[in-house]
DNA sequence: ATCGTTCATTTGAACGTTCATAATGTGTCC
DNA sequence: GGACACATTATGAACGTTCAAATGAACGAT
């Protein structure tokens, strides 16, 4: 089996010999350009572009005993997979090369992730630390990395214990609040509510900016109603909440697809979204940019930045910050609240 | 500062003492077990368990002088991430394990990728080669990475030059042809289509199955329409499409996008989806399974699987295959083509 | 002239693994 | 009994990097 050779590639020694200088010159021109002198530290780089040298991120690890990766686990199990989870990791792959180091994601079938998988990960030197996702209440994953002394942040509230504080999450009631007023704003008058069933966190936590902005900007509190992540019971659950609205009424939603549900409800009797009835969504899914609907984007990029720092510090040995972090979406406009025949004051 | 102190991390030496045994003799316990005699064997293999070793991979890949590990680029421009996206790299991610590799994600924002980015990770070490998504016609990375001499295999064909072979696809055809076949068992005699704009190689594929399986099957070819991957430009291409059409048609469409564009014309116009129309989308989306349309799954799993070996192939020097690999999709049935009550023969 | 001080650079060692090769023991065959 | 094949285990070296410590040179101050 003739094995494929590289394409050759330098190593600190072929630029040393190059430039004329020794490996740890090289090292130092390349991670502490104050110790080299000028006209050596310019000699060392040139030859470093010309034979297009990069430190083999390998021999680093080892010697570091340091994986300069983060992992994160991507939800395999069937079912419906969170509509911000690949812009997320986006987010966190760009994030990552700011903090020297790059993601390495994982999945499994099970349906509830083992702690050995993260540990086997780490054994090999894989990677340093986690960032967690869709973390809920009585979630094993915090007491087990934090046990097992491995460094983690999670994007999402952990629930169990306010003593931890390795997470950041969305201002879920801060986002309702302003897309109440925005529909202020915008003219209407009585907002009614479509979220999650109570007893979610998440959502329990966007109803109560929804009432507290109802309340701030003096409008009418409309009615409410509750439905799963899931499209038909969306639409059931809207068709009772239109019932007692009128035209000229706005619903907030806990997420996008209630939003779409509202939508789909509104059009099938009649009612103009954003003309006769105003309509905000939750996380500024691919769903609410496809049906235009107005909705809450999560800041990932700053959620993403955020979290890769503080599994840094963690590594760094920094003291724990004080709390978690929150974030304010910001509310993109879609037709579902402002038509192009803008809504005048009656 | 005082660097948090790794959990202690057993090495081949630890192992190798606790089982009186030289490194080597460790290290062929795990990887050629062949070589070792019963005993030893299962008496390293227990000190293994008991010290929870695992081999750094990084110490490995500096042996080996391979990374263990393929790149993926995360479209991150702004604008709509492939709907299959985040799927296939969890297929990707979860057949890697089997091909002893990991995927490592990248991203840039800027519009157009760069060779010098693939090109740094390789050099680097950081992996071996690249799985490529959303390959185009003229798309110059198959030509830079073939040059650079970094193996790779494509989601999608390489279009410019049938040389190429390093590719898996969807069948494109097969699929559109399978939901006419599965329209006409269902009961409707005329199919329609709604694809995009002529050119695309992808839509032109998915075209040519509908029209093949329109004859095969015996039915009447209905009208068709284009419109481009936007779901108001799809509304409106579908209005125009069912103006052509009657209760009891069916419209076979190239993406599930354009399929949900159908359905809500058909819902704006009174026509039950399933009852009054049947409509296919193509892709197995997430889109399709919220609004419940009857779609082309891709297999992705078959072909992440496929394309790993591909990679694997090159890098161990195996011949290259003669031809690119076409996968079948399965029709996965929603309520857009059939409803509980059921289509009878009239 | 001698001694310290500072700065730029070099050298030896180590991170953990596996390849190539050597050493050891175990029979087998004439 | 000795030569040979074979199975099993052990040793040295190397992958590419960076840390810690050593070397050498230049410069003042004494």
């Given at each position: 089996?003739?094995?494929m050779?590289?394409?050759?590639?330098a190593t600190?020694?072929?630029?040393?010999?190059?430039?004329?200088?020794?490996?740890?010159?090289?090292?130092?021109?390349?991670?502490s350009?104050?110790?080299?002198?000028p006209?050596?530290?310019s000699?060392?780089?040139q030859v470093?572009?010309?034979?297009?040298?990069?430190?083999?991120?390998a021999?680093?690890?080892?010697?570091?005993?340091?994986?300069?990766?983060?992992?994160?686990?991507?939800n395999a199990v069937t079912?419906?997979?969170?509509?911000?989870?690949?812009?997320?990791?986006?987010?966190?792959?760009?994030?990552?090369?700011g903090h020297?180091?790059?993601?390495?994601?994982?999945?499994s079938?099970?349906?509830?992730?083992?702690?050995?998988g993260?540990?086997?990960?780490?054994?090999?030197r894989?990677?340093d630390a986690?960032?967690?996702?869709?973390?809920h209440p009585a979630?094993?994953?915090?007491?087990?990395?934090?046990q097992?002394?491995i460094?983690?942040?999670?994007?999402g509230?952990?629930?169990?214990?306010?003593?931890r504080?390795?997470?950041?999450?969305?201002?879920?009631?801060?986002?309702?609040?302003?897309?109440?007023a925005?529909?202020?704003?915008?003219g209407?008058r009585?907002?009614?509510?479509?979220?999650w069933?109570?007893?979610?966190a998440?959502?329990?936590?966007r109803?109560?900016?929804?009432?507290?902005?109802?309340?701030?900007?003096g409008?009418?509190?409309g009615?409410?109603?509750a439905?799963?992540?899931?499209?038909?019971?969306?639409?059931?659950?809207?068709e009772?909440?239109?019932?007692?609205?009128?035209?000229?009424?706005a619903?907030?939603?806990a997420?996008?697809?209630?939003?779409?549900?509202?939508?789909?409800?509104?059009?099938?009797?009649?009612?103009?979204?954003?003309r006769?009835?105003?309509?905000t969504?939750?996380?500024g899914?691919a769903?609410?940019?496809?049906?235009?609907?107005?909705?809450?984007v999560q800041p990932?990029?700053?959620i993403?930045?955020?979290?890769?720092?503080?599994?840094?510090?963690?590594?760094?040995?920094a003291?724990a910050?004080t709390?978690?972090?929150?974030f304010?979406p910001t509310?993109?406009?879609?037709?579902s609240?402002?038509?192009?025949?803008?809504?005048?004051?009656?």
């Amino acid at each position: 089996m003739l094995n494929m050779p590289h394409p050759a590639r330098a190593t600190i020694v072929d630029v040393a010999r190059a430039a004329g200088v020794s490996r740890q010159t090289v090292s130092n021109a390349i991670n502490s350009p104050e110790r080299v002198s000028p006209d050596t530290l310019s000699r060392v780089l040139q030859v470093v572009e010309e034979l297009n040298y990069r430190p083999s991120s390998a021999a680093r690890t080892l010697r570091h005993q340091r994986a300069g990766a983060v992992g994160t686990e991507l939800n395999a199990v069937t079912g419906t997979p969170s509509e911000v989870a690949l812009p997320f990791l986006t987010a966190l792959t760009l994030a990552a090369p700011g903090h020297a180091c790059h993601m390495v994601p994982f999945a499994s079938r099970e349906a509830f992730p083992m702690l050995s998988g993260y540990q086997d990960m780490v054994r090999r030197r894989l990677v340093d630390a986690f960032v967690l996702t869709d973390t809920h209440p009585a979630d094993p994953r915090p007491d087990w990395l934090e046990q097992a002394g491995i460094p983690y942040a999670s994007f999402g509230r952990i629930y169990d214990d306010s003593s931890r504080v390795w997470w950041a999450d969305v201002d879920g009631s801060a986002g309702t609040s302003a897309a109440v007023a925005h529909l202020a704003e915008t003219g209407f008058r009585t907002v009614g509510f479509l979220g999650w069933p109570a007893g979610s966190a998440v959502g329990d936590d966007r109803r109560l900016g929804w009432l507290a902005g109802v309340e701030q900007h003096g409008l009418a509190l409309g009615p409410e109603a509750a439905a799963p992540q899931s499209l038909s019971q969306a639409i059931s659950a809207a068709e009772r909440l239109l019932d007692g609205l009128a035209v000229g009424d706005a619903v907030v939603c806990a997420s996008d697809v209630l939003a779409l549900g509202v939508q789909q409800a509104a059009l099938a009797r009649g009612w103009r979204p954003g003309r006769d009835i105003g309509i905000t969504g939750f996380d500024g899914s691919a769903t609410a940019q496809l049906h235009d609907i107005s909705t809450l984007v999560q800041p990932l990029d700053e959620i993403a930045e955020h979290l890769l720092t503080v599994v840094h510090d963690q590594l760094a040995g920094a003291p724990a910050p004080t709390q978690g972090a929150l974030f304010l979406p910001t509310l993109t406009v879609g037709a579902s609240t402002v038509t192009t025949s803008m809504k005048g004051t009656p």
